[in-house]
């Protein structure tokens, strides 16, 4: 790593710093960081296909937070890794790539998001462009590896040149044929993919839930296409690329600091005059107080509740927990969908409550 750089910074409470394994050149403007948590911080990079890591880069101003999603499988035995794709002009990527090299450390914050199927028994339809293989291919890996699904991945390149993960594609086609199948559309030979001619490649495939992500018009036309050919939008799922503009390391305080934050377990202080939250997470159960203006994420962390987040911005998922009893509603949602919403999961960081008691988990 440079030294006339911006250096790596050590970090906060919320980050754990791995260790860059191997740095894999994928193509000419994509590399691929190999990781390894520490033993100690290892069952926080547990997670499930399809999830991301934040990692906490160097900027002139202070820390930078890009989220990158794991290409790898929880279930293949691969280690941790996330692939970078250049971005023209972009700051993060072009630091990742031009900077970390093997044996250097770099600060992340736990795997997470909603990209992720509710089975690996179904057969899926994976529509991917670009840099937006990463979470694909870890989906398609799990199906393969520990589930009976098939598999079908439409993948849009450029060209040919900027097709990431050709060879380890191609390895995975033969060692499960019959269960998965990669079309490759390349813009240099096909055109664009516009939703009436992808409409017919995705004719058969229509049925099936579908995992897109890619450049915002592909997932637009992937969705139109689907539409009309029947695809309920709630079997549409999206993951949507984009920088993070805030220090999401930091924890500043919450805006429920200033309102009662009582603990109120039970046995424990009166609760003031303001609702209150129940929460399961890691296994504990902890009711704490809910100011009304106050959004969810800062309520908990007010009480000292470990809650999950990165954007708080209700952009990426980071905080997704589920209401069980009670309502709320947010204020800005980019990212659940309306499957999402019917089986009650709301965005921690944008939930304000609607009725006194409300009681959520993250289980
Ligand atoms: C959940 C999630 C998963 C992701 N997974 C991946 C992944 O697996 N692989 C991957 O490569 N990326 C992934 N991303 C995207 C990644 O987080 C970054 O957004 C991406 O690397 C670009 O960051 P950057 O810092 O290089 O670009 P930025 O500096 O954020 O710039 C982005 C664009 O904006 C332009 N720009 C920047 N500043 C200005 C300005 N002031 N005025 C006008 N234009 C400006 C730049 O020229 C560039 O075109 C993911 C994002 C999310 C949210
Ligand atoms: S922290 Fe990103 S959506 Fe809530």
């Known amino acids: 790593m440079s030294t006339s750089e911006p250096a790596i910074t050590t970090g906060t409470a919320r980050t754990h710093r791995l260790r860059i394994v191997e740095v894999v050149a994928e193509t000419p403007d994509a590399r691929s960081l190999v990781l390894e948590?520490?033993?100690?911080?290892?069952?926080?990079?547990?997670?499930?296909?399809?999830?991301?890591?934040?990692?906490?880069?160097?900027?002139?101003?202070?820390?930078?937070?890009?989220?990158?999603?794991?290409a790898s499988s929880p279930h293949t035995g691969e280690p941790l890794k996330v692939t970078v794709k250049r971005v023209a002009g972009g700051y993060g990527s072009n630091w990742v790539c031009d900077h970390?090299?093997?044996?250097?450390?770099?600060?992340?914050?736990?795997?997470?998001?909603?990209f992720t199927p509710g089975?690996?028994?179904?057969?899926?339809?994976?529509?991917?462009?670009?840099?937006?293989?990463?979470?694909?291919?870890?989906?398609?890996?799990?199906?393969?590896?520990?589930?009976?699904?098939?598999?079908?991945?439409l993948?849009?390149?450029?060209?040919?040149?900027?097709v990431i993960f050709r060879d380890e594609l191609r390895a995975?086609?033969?060692?499960?044929?019959?269960?998965?199948?990669?079309?490759?559309w390349l813009e240099s030979l096909q055109g664009l993919p516009v939703p009436d001619r992808l409409a017919a490649a995705l004719a058969p495939y229509a049925g099936r839930e579908a995992f897109v992500c890619g450049p915002a018009p592909l997932m637009d036309a992937v969705e139109q296409a689907l539409r009309t050919l029947g695809a309920p939008g709630g079997r549409i799922h999206r993951e949507r690329f984009f920088s993070l503009s805030g220090d999401v390391f930091d924890t500043p305080a919450p805006a429920a600091a200033t309102a009662p934050a009582t603990d109120i377990r039970e046995g424990a202080a009166?609760?003031?005059?303001?609702?209150?939250?129940?929460?399961?997470?890691?296994?504990?159960?902890?009711?704490v107080a809910w100011p009304p203006s106050a959004p969810l994420l800062d309520a908990l962390l007010a009480a000292g509740v470990d809650a999950?987040?990165?954007?708080?911005?209700?952009?990426?998922?980071?905080c997704t927990c589920r209401v069980v009893t009670g309502e709320v509603r947010m204020v800005r949602n980019e990212v659940l969908d309306d499957r999402?919403?019917?089986?009650?999961?709301?965005?921690?960081?944008?939930?304000?409550?609607?009725?006194?008691r409300v009681e959520i988990t993250y289980s």
């Open 37 to 70: 948590p520490s033993p100690e911080s290892a069952p926080r990079f547990a997670h499930r296909p399809g999830q991301f890591l934040t990692l906490r880069l160097p900027g002139a101003d202070g820390p930078v937070a890009r989220c990158y999603s794991l």
């Open 100 to 114: 970390l090299a093997a044996g250097d450390e770099v600060e992340a914050l736990p795997p997470a998001g909603t």
């Open 119 to 153: 089975s690996l028994d179904h057969d899926l339809l994976l529509v991917a462009g670009g840099s937006g293989i990463t979470p694909v291919l870890s989906i398609a890996k799990s199906v393969l590896a520990a589930g009976t699904g098939r598999i079908v991945l």
């Open 155 to 162: 993948y849009a390149n450029r060209d040919e040149t900027s």
């Open 172 to 184: 995975l086609t033969a060692a499960h044929p019959g269960r998965l199948l990669v079309v490759h």
């Open 270 to 287: 009166t609760r003031e005059a303001t609702g209150a939250v129940t929460v399961e997470l890691d296994g504990e159960t902890r009711t």
């Open 308 to 318: 999950p987040y990165s954007c708080r911005e209700g952009a990426c998922s980071a």
């Open 340 to 356: 999402d919403l019917a089986d009650g999961y709301v965005l921690a960081c944008q939930a304000l409550p609607l009725t006194d």
